[in-house]
């Protein structure tokens, strides 16, 4: 039983103090009172927030009062309060933010990816720190020249090269290619992960899971497919990375092998 009438009165305009502000920081999933649109923060300044609900859709709404529900109740979202300077500031990748950067001379030692991919994504996470190292960061399309492309570069010390490589784990193709460097100032190592795409962890882009892809199905677009997203590869990979903003995001089997592979191309001969 309910005590009164619960449709009396004005339940979006109470009395003062009866609807409690809420910080709109990001993540935190609301729902539009009006429009019933429901999403997670992703932006918000002093006059609106912008929501972005499961399927990528965004939409801006007023920071009115009472104009939100949270777990089913009515709240007014205010802009969250400036974090206040604490300590040295951290870099995406974790490490302290070098102020006033200007990037080192390039290295000749060099960091070799597989894909644009690979390479977007480790220049967003680890692209402060390379600019302070001087490590350059090319994509190789690919592995099966791997071999040809080490001699080419013509490794040695004080010339080291460092190769990022996708689903190394036993008995694959990758891991045979690898096999074949043997030079010491060459040092191949890899991710488990069909796709860079898989060392974003899930939660980040709120999907419970990557979807296992049949054989003989292009993985990125049975990956699309799995989750109804309607887009390109181009387009879903933009969504991707756009999701990520610290190393935080991304699975640990990527993160201690490129901080490995920063290691070895700047250590001293």
């Not at 694959?172 to 488990?192: N, Y």
Request: glycine share 10%.
């Amino acid at each position: 039983m309910y005590e009164g009438d619960v449709l009396a009165g004005n339940w979006r305009r109470p009395g003062k103090g009866k609807i409690p502000k809420v910080p709109a920081e990001l993540d935190l999933v609301v729902e539009d009172a009006d429009s019933g649109f429901c999403g997670a923060v992703v932006a918000c300044d002093k006059e609106a927030v912008t929501l972005e609900d499961r399927f990528g859709r965004r939409r801006l709404f007023p920071l009115a009062p009472a104009a939100f529900l949270l777990e089913g109740k009515p709240v007014t979202l205010v802009r969250p309060a400036a974090a206040p300077a604490a300590g040295a500031r951290r870099s995406a990748s974790g490490s302290i933010a070098v102020e006033g950067l200007r990037a080192r001379v390039a290295r000749q030692s060099r960091i070799y990816v597989e894909g644009v991919h690979d390479a977007a994504l480790v220049e967003k996470i680890w692209g402060h720190d390379l600019r302070v190292e001087g490590v350059v960061v090319e994509y190789l399309e690919g592995v099966d020249d791997l071999p040809a492309i080490v001699a080419e570069f013509g490794p040695e010390p004080g010339r080291r090269l460092g190769v990022l490589v996708d689903h190394l784990v036993p008995g694959s193709k990758e891991s045979r290619i690898a096999a074949e460097i043997t030079s010491p100032d060459v040092l191949v190592v890899g991710h488990p992960y069909i796709d860079i795409w898989q060392a974003v962890k899930p939660s980040v882009l709120r999907i419970p899971a990557w979807p296992e892809v049949p054989r003989g199905v292009p993985w990125k677009e049975g990956v699309i497919a799995a989750l109804g997203w309607r887009m390109e590869p181009a387009q879903a990979w933009r969504r991707i990375l756009g999701a990520v903003s610290t190393y935080t995001d991304l699975e640990p089997e990527l993160l201690g092998r490129v901080e490995e592979l920063i290691d070895f191309v700047t250590e001293a001969p």
